[in-house]
């Protein structure tokens, strides 16, 4: 224990501390910039924090963390004040803690699980993941890792989204060469094009990989595997021993309902993309250009973190009005807790229990307003959620100058269109072997949303993970 | 970094160059663009690949200038660099025997056609070239596409060369004279393209287009190229560019690539103001 340590406290004295809650921008400042909305813990509340962990014997909240982060161990370490201790706990399992500790749904992981919550807030856990990768990274304290002696063997890596780094970083220190490949000419796929700068500030991103080139991972941008160069040439003739493909599920959904093509109907990925990728609210400063937002009313539909992240874009970009339509209600929505209290707070109005049921524009093709029907609760669905069944002669019109669509992605096709060996389901998405990640093609591998469709940035990267594991055991085993 | 190894103007505002890519060479088929962006502030637009060589690594585009990116493109010389290079992307040109073809490009369009003429050529069809543009200094590709052709035709809207008239006047004679096409390939700008499908379509001929639409990825990610094809919604980064004539909506893919044009004005007058600007600053003794 270092010097400045709190004397042992008793649970109940532990379970007396109420949850510190991050210091955040003002709702009314933080909607009109991009800039990070949390301001993040100080270290005497990041201590304190820590002292509301009770040390269970079995700690249930590591069980709820899908990459199984030693959680007790770490808040142990946080609450002795050794931050840079914590986080190198924390990276025996998780490669991108600054990035996990922001995006994670924690409130359904460790979070749900932790026993301080079954009768209190739970501990903060992400709030404390999030306070370690930042102390670590503003300190200039971050040690990379060690790096094993060279394998002599080729990986390829398809995608530099949170799936594909952490394969990438797990492949490095076991001593293989790693190559990353990625379409776009920016590196960190969804993290960079997809979530905004207010929620993950791209600089972390940045130095999350600028780490990985400097333990010796090659990145080539601009190269889209299916279409510059195909699994089977990075195999046979570019002489990689093995293949993980971590492209996510890029292929956006639409509603399928009239007027969809009209100006002004975007998808999700492409207002986001325009916004955070091309950064098209620097025009004309940057090129890319999007439809002006100011003075405007904007609808985004979906429920899910790419639908706030959307409608609070809206917010920042100047709308008038910033609507969510989501056609079950609240309990259902399927975004981070916080995600949702922030919306609200920043002035996004919910529409719940609302279908969209046709858009409407001028001569010119430009949106002016949509048709809604309002949906009531039946029987539970497929996904257990209730059904949302509409109810009739609801019909009510809403004047519309942007549309955004956010109800998800089907998976890419330009790999299985080049690669037909390579199997997948009647969705499109890749079948994967749960435990090793393994193909029906050999040597390849896969992992996230383009294995499970669209899920999360923390998930994806255990994917990643496992992969890395049971690549290492093919080229060292099998490949020539 | 991707090197301009030539470059040179082939008419007024309508550039070739030739670009360092050894892969997109390698791969690249008729029919598929690459997608470009000039450097950190740029935006990322499409364009058809008109030839490539893939014993020197490169590919060859035409850009006519109109916006500030093809502009921007445009000035640029030989040695200079262009920051991104994606491709190849978009599914290739549909190649087979049909027979007769015809193979229309208006103005720029004809780059686009070219490569997909010499592809239709190489597998046996008879192929008659259509090469339109507004006036005879801004006819392009003249001797490559009469080196591919079967029949070649210049057509001028002014008549100041080839034959007095539009393209579709021209592909009307022929179909009048009793010629029997089978596939007809059409490129250049919208209402061009649409006016060849009404052409064609009482007559049942299999017509094709490239289409244009504003992108940002090229991959199928973002969505914002979708067209409108028999009703239903494609992408044509990744189903098309090429569709079937008679099945796309012309008016809504006319309609929705005026999205940006308040944007592209401002954003070229801008652009133009600063050329001019450093062109004043460079005459300054």
């Known amino acids: 224990m270092t010097e400045n340590a709190k004397p042992k406290l008793t649970a109940k004295e532990r379970m007396q501390i109420q949850r510190h809650h991050m210091i955040e921008q003002d709702p009314d400042v933080r909607n009109k910039n991009f800039t990070e909305v949390n301001l993040g813990y100080t270290a005497e509340m990041a201590k304190q924090e820590a002292l509301r962990c009770i040390q269970c014997p079995k700690p249930t909240c590591i069980q709820g963390c899908p990459v199984n982060i030693d959680i007790k161990g770490f808040i142990t370490q946080v609450a002795e004040g050794d931050f840079l201790g914590a986080v190198k706990t924390i990276k025996q399992d998780n490669a991108l803690p600054a990035i996990c500790g922001r995006v994670c749904p924690q409130e359904e992981q460790c979070e749900a699980a932790c026993v301080v919550g079954k009768k209190n807030d739970p501990v903060a856990i992400g709030n404390l993941e999030r306070f370690v990768a930042d102390y670590e990274r503003e300190t ?63 600089t972390i991103v940045k130095q999350e990989i600028d780490g990985l080139k400097k333990m010796g991972v090659v990145f080539k941008t601009d190269a889209v595997v299916g279409r510059t160069i195909t699994v089977d040439e990075l195999l046979n003739e570019e002489g990689f021993n093995a293949v993980f493909i971590g492209v996510g599920a890029g292929l956006p959904w639409f509603l399928n309902i009239p007027g969809e093509n009209l100006i002004g109907v975007y998808s999700a990925n492409e207002f986001l993309t325009r916004v955070n990728l ?5 025009f004309p400063d940057y090129d890319s250009p999007i439809l002006d937002c100011k003075g405007k009313n904007v609808a985004v539909f979906g429920g899910g973190n ?109 790999i299985n269109q080049t690669t037909p060996e390579i199997e997948v389901n009647k969705w499109g998405n890749i079948i994967a072997d749960n435990e090793t990640m393994a193909t029906s093609k050999k040597g390849v591998f896969a992992g996230g949303d383009i294995v499970t469709g669209g899920a999360t940035v923390i998930l994806a990267m255990g994917a990643g993970r496992v992969a890395a594991k049971s690549i290492h055991e093919y080229v060292m085993n099998n490949a020539q | 970094m991707y090197k ?46 008109a030839d490539s060589d893939w014993q020197k690594g490169t590919i060859t585009i035409i850009v006519q200038g109109i ?13 200079d660099t262009i920051l991104d290079v994606v491709g190849p992307l978009g599914t290739p ?37 259509i090469n339109g543009a507004r006036s005879k200094d801004l006819v392009i590709l003249e001797e490559e596409m009469k080196s591919v052709s079967d029949e070649a035709y210049v057509t ?80 044509a980064c990744v189903d098309g560019p090429e569709f079937d004539a ?40």
């Open chain 2, 67 to 79: 916006g500030k990116t093809t502009r921007a493109l445009n000035n640029k010389e030989k040695d």
């Open chain 1, 278 to 282: 091309m950064k098209a609210y620097n």
């Open chain 2, 246 to 285: 008679h099945l796309v909506d012309f008016k809504n893919l006319s309609d929705r690539n005026k999205m940006y044009s308040r944007h592209e004005q401002n954003s070229l007058q801008r652009y133009e103001h600063e050329c001019n600007l450093l062109k004043k600053a460079n005459e300054l003794p």
């Open chain 1, 140 to 202: 200039g304290k971050v040690e990379l890792p060690q790096v094993a002696a060279s394998t002599g063997k080729k990986i390829a890596v398809v995608g530099s989204g949170p799936a594909g780094l952490s394969c990438a970083k797990d492949l490095i220190q076991l001593g293989h060469q790693v190559t990353v490949f990625e379409a776009l000419h920016e590196l960190g796929g969804v993290l960079i094009y997809g979530i905004p700068e207010f929620r993950l500030p791209k």
């Open chain 2, 4 to 49: 301009i190894v030539e470059a040179r103007f082939l008419a007024v505002n309508i550039k070739l160059f030739e670009i360092e890519a050894p892969q997109i060479a390698k791969k690249r088929q008729a029919g598929q663009f690459v997608i470009i962006r000039l450097d950190e502030h740029g935006e990322r637009i499409p364009l058809t690949i």
């Open chain 2, 93 to 129: 040109s549909h190649i087979e025997k049909f027979g007769t073809v015809v193979s229309i490009g208006g103005g720029v369009g004809t780059a686009i056609a070219y490569p997909t003429a010499v592809a239709l050529k190489k597998t046996g069809n008879y192929v008659i070239t």
């Open chain 1, 306 to 414: 790419t639908a706030m992240d959307s409608v609070r874009t809206a917010l920042r970009l100047g709308a008038k009005n910033a609507y969510i339509v989501y056609r079950r209600s609240d309990k259902e929505m399927p975004a981070r807790v916080e995600e949702v209290k922030h919306a609200r707070e920043e002035g996004v109005q919910f529409m719940m229990l609302t279908n969209p049921v046709k858009f409407e524009g001028d001569e010119n093709g430009w949106l002016q307003s949509m048709t809604c029907l309002k949906m009531e609760l039946g029987a539970p669905d497929d996904s257990g959620r209730r059904r949302p069944v509409p109810v009739e002669g609801s019909d009510f019109k809403v004047d519309l100058d942007i549309a955004v669509v956010a109800i998800g992605n089907g998976s890419n096709p330009l």
């Open chain 2, 156 to 235: 001028t809207d002014d008549g100041s060369y080839g034959f007095h008239g539009f393209v579709t006047q021209k592909l009307q004679e022929l179909i009048d004279s009793g010629k029997k096409i089978d596939f007809v390939l059409a490129i250049g700008p919208i209402p061009m393209m649409k006016a060849v499908a009404e052409v064609t379509r009482p007559y049942s001929i299999k017509t094709v287009v490239s289409l244009n639409p504003i992108m940002v990825d090229g991959t199928g990610m973002c969505g914002g190229c979708r067209v409108i094809v028999d009703g239903k919604s494609q992408f």
